[in-house]
Structures are given as C-alpha cells and as structure tokens.
C-alpha cells in the first residue's frame, strides 16, 4: 500500500450539525473541502483505503465512524470533548478578536494570528494524541480536522 491510499477520500457529517447559519455552515463547507484536498490518515492496524469518515454526536460525545472505500466499517472512535473545551472556546475569542478589530493595524492583526496558531496548534496535538490509540494523522491533518470540529460546534464557542 502507499501513503496515498491511507488518506479520507469522503466525509459526511451528522444532519445534528447543520442548518444553523449561512457562516457555520460555510465554515463546515470549507473545512471538509481542505482537509479532502490533503491528508494523512491511517487507522492503527488496517491495511489501507482510502477512508471515509462520519462524524456524528453519540452519548455528548463526538463519534469519528470510518469506513473503507467500499463503506466496510473499519473503526470507531469516539472523543470526548471535554478536554478540547478550553482550547475551543480560546480559539474563538481569538477568531472574534481578529474580526472584531479588521482596523487595528498590521502589528495587532499579526499578534492575534499568532495566537490563533499557537492555540490551534495545541489544539491539534491534543486531538493527535487522542485519537492515537486507533487512528494516525499528521500534524496538517490533526489542524484540518481540528478546524472542522471548531466549525462544527463554533456556536456553541462563540461569545
């Protein structure tokens, strides 16, 4: 198997997740969009997909379903999202900040992506290390994903 047949080449979402607002929705739209475009993507003792993913509330918690190609089911995963709540809601107090001053000048907007990365950064390792018992992912496919799920429940994170 190559490394290009360890990648998600679908994901679905549960319906639970949409029919919010034009803004989260076009948020879900583009983070499925990049991290369709490149990913890495290896469930711990499968031989390869690609993969796809559904990802669905179950129980308060987050439930990562895949599949292979075929939609043969090859793991769950389940993530509580308790040790991402922090993370999430300074991540979107940080995206609000940088909205809210569009005019604070160049040295304010590059301060608050720098925390915005530093955060988002965290946040992708905690979320590596999490889903490690069952899946793999590198560092830009733990941050897509990551943005996914933030998008997923940025309402609930928004100030």
């Known amino acids: ?10 994901i679905s979402l549960d319906r639970s997740f949409g029919g919010r607002d034009a803004r989260v929705e076009r948020e879900q739209a583009l983070a499925v969009i ?3 475009e490149c990913n890495t993507f290896i469930p711990v003792g499968h031989d390869g997909g690609p993969y796809r993913l559904r990802i669905e509330m179950a129980d308060g918690r987050l439930a990562l379903h895949i ?7 090859v793991v769950s995963h389940y993530l509580s999202l308790t040790p991402f709540r922090r993370l ?9 900040s940088y909205y809210a001053t569009p005019y604070g000048g160049p040295e ?15 946040a992708a390792e905690r979320l ?5 018992p069952k899946l793999s992912v590198d560092k830009a ?19």
């Not at 990551?146 to 609930?156: D, G, H, N, Q, W």
């Open 1 to 10: 198997m190559t490394t290009a047949e360890f990648r998600l080449c679908d």
């Open 34 to 36: 990049d991290l369709l």
């Open 67 to 73: 599949a292979d190609e075929k939609e043969a089911h």
């Open 88 to 96: 999430l809601k300074d991540y979107a107090r940080i995206c609000e």
């Open 108 to 122: 304010r907007l590059e301060a608050i992506d720098m925390g915005r990365r530093s955060v988002h950064n965290d």
């Open 128 to 132: 590596r290390e999490r889903l490690s």
């Open 141 to 159: 496919t733990a941050r897509r994903l990551f943005t996914l799920i933030y998008a997923l429940f940025s309402r609930e994170f928004r100030l």
